[in-house]
């Protein structure tokens, strides 16, 4: 039956599509991996403050029972120039004071062979021309039984030779005579001869006995000494060669060929260092009117040299390293620097000290720690300036012979 108009109709209902992917909202992100090996920001900061007081227990442990040598290392580094005190300042009023102090004491020890560069670069003849090797040395703490200790070891055994024959005879003895000086003063090294004639008393005995028979034959001289069967067991000569070999030594040293060196082993007692350096200083003065010596590498040197040992004497009338040497197994520091004038017997002698320096604890100073004295900066500024002369004295002597220094 068809619907009466009166009845309304419903209309048809139609179904919502949903709407596209891309007009959903946007899903919230995923979380970050957590690392299981890196802890918290808190826990972090609480184990890094863990740490640090750790670390600075330990930086007091060691600082503690050597505070006396870490304070001369830092009053060293001031007084020479390449630590501030508002460093000093600054690392006390750190939140870790015993870590600053460490890291300034190895500012203190890394900064001192540029200082004793820098120091010795000023007293030589050619500061362009410095060597390539390092007559210096290091400072290092040594831990004893007693108070720690400093010592100055040299870096490289330093032997060298001067050639001074062809030299006037006064002049050369002057050279000898101020380079003798610069071993007393500043910093140590020794003449050959004199080290030679410490050591060679059995050979000094015998060779003098022996000459004392008159014997000029080398056949009737090698007989006799050659019955003495103490001589044959101390010196082990084999034959008449080995014989005349030793022979031929011992007469070069006591019986020197040049002028100079004839003089210079006839000085006998040398008197004060104050008198031997005013005659240096009238020698320069008469030799400033003779424009060819004056004008030599070797008087440049002799001049620069003497002047800065009268400035020495007069800031050290001793030597500042007496105050502070102590006892050690080392090898004294000269025997590092033995200083030669082209002998024919220091070859000899040459081969046998670095033979036996070679199976030593090294050369140098053992000084005692002092922080309440300027002691081992003057110690130390007297060491640099003696190197400064020595470095110089091989650049005159290098000029003199033409050659390049190197």
């Known amino acids: 039956m068809p619907p009466s108009t009166g009845t309304p109709v419903r209309p048809a209902t139609r179904r919502r599509t949903p709407p596209p992917s891309c007009a959903r909202s946007a899903a919230p992100p995923a979380a970050a991996?957590?690392?299981?090996?890196?802890?918290?920001?808190?826990?972090?900061?609480?184990?890094?403050l863990a740490w640090a007081r750790l670390r600075e227990g330990a930086y007091h442990a060691w600082l503690h029972p050597r505070r006396r040598c870490v304070a001369a290392l830092l009053r060293l580094a001031v007084e020479g120039g390449w630590l501030t005190e508002a460093a000093l300042d600054a690392a006390f009023d750190s939140p870790t004071p015993n870590a600053a102090l460490y890291r300034l004491l190895g500012e203190a020890l890394s900064g001192l062979p540029v200082w004793i560069e820098a120091t010795a670069r000023r007293c030589v003849l050619d500061p362009a021309r410095m060597p390539d090797w390092a007559p210096f040395a290091t400072l290092t703490l040594v831990d004893t039984d007693d108070d720690p200790s400093l010592f100055l070891a040299l870096e490289n055994l330093w032997?060298?030779?001067?050639?001074?024959?062809?030299?006037?005879?006064?002049?050369?003895?002057?050279?000898?005579?101020?380079?003798?000086?610069?071993?007393?003063?500043?910093?140590?090294?020794?003449?050959?001869?004199?080290?030679?004639?410490?050591?060679?008393?059995?050979?000094?005995?015998?060779?003098?006995?022996?000459?004392?028979?008159?014997?000029?034959?080398?056949?009737?001289?090698?007989?006799?000494?050659?019955?003495?069967?103490?001589?044959?067991?101390?010196?082990?000569?084999?034959?008449?060669?080995?014989?005349?070999?030793?022979?031929?030594?011992?007469?070069?040293?006591?019986?020197?060929?040049?002028?100079?060196l004839r003089r210079w082993h006839a000085r006998g007692h040398p008197p004060e260092d104050r008198i031997i350096l005013c005659g240096l200083l009238r020698r320069l003065w008469r030799w400033r009117r003779r424009p060819g010596l004056a004008s030599t590498p070797w008087c440049r040197w002799l001049r620069r040299a003497v002047l800065t040992l009268r400035r020495a004497c007069r800031r050290w009338p001793q030597s500042p390293?007496?105050?502070?040497?102590?006892?050690?197994?080392?090898?004294?520091?000269?025997?590092?620097?033995?200083?030669?004038?082209?002998?024919?017997?220091?070859?000899?002698?040459?081969?046998?000290?670095?033979?036996?320096?070679?199976?030593?604890?090294?050369?140098?100073?053992?000084?005692?720690?002092?922080?309440?004295?300027?002691?081992?900066?003057?110690?130390?500024?007297?060491?640099?300036?003696?190197?400064?002369?020595?470095?110089?004295?091989?650049?005159?002597?290098?000029?003199?012979?033409?050659?390049?220094?190197?």
Do not use: K, M
Not at 238 to 244: I, P, V
């Open 321 to 406: 390293a007496q105050a502070l040497l102590v006892e050690t197994d080392a090898e004294p520091l000269a025997y590092g620097q033995p200083l030669g004038f082209n002998e024919p017997w220091e070859a000899t002698w040459l081969e046998e000290s670095v033979e036996y320096l070679s199976n030593s604890e090294g050369c140098g100073w053992a000084l005692r720690a002092d922080p309440d004295t300027p002691a081992l900066y003057e110690t130390l500024l007297a060491f640099a300036i003696g190197q400064g002369l020595l470095i110089g004295a091989c650049q005159a002597d290098a000029a003199a012979q033409g050659l390049p220094f190197e």
């Open 159 to 260: 032997p060298h030779t001067f050639h001074l024959d062809e030299l006037p005879p006064a002049v050369a003895v002057a050279v000898a005579q101020t380079l003798s000086l610069i071993g007393c003063r500043l910093t140590e090294c020794v003449l050959l001869r004199d080290w030679a004639g410490c050591w060679a008393d059995e050979s000094a005995s015998a060779y003098h006995e022996i000459a004392a028979l008159g014997h000029t034959d080398p056949g009737t001289r090698w007989a006799a000494a050659s019955e003495n069967e103490a001589w044959s067991d101390w010196f082990g000569w084999n034959d008449q060669d080995e014989f005349e070999r030793w022979w031929a030594q011992q007469t070069a040293f006591y019986e020197p060929q040049p002028i100079w």
């Open 33 to 48: 991996p957590v690392n299981p090996l890196r802890l918290p920001r808190r826990a972090r900061d609480l184990t890094g």
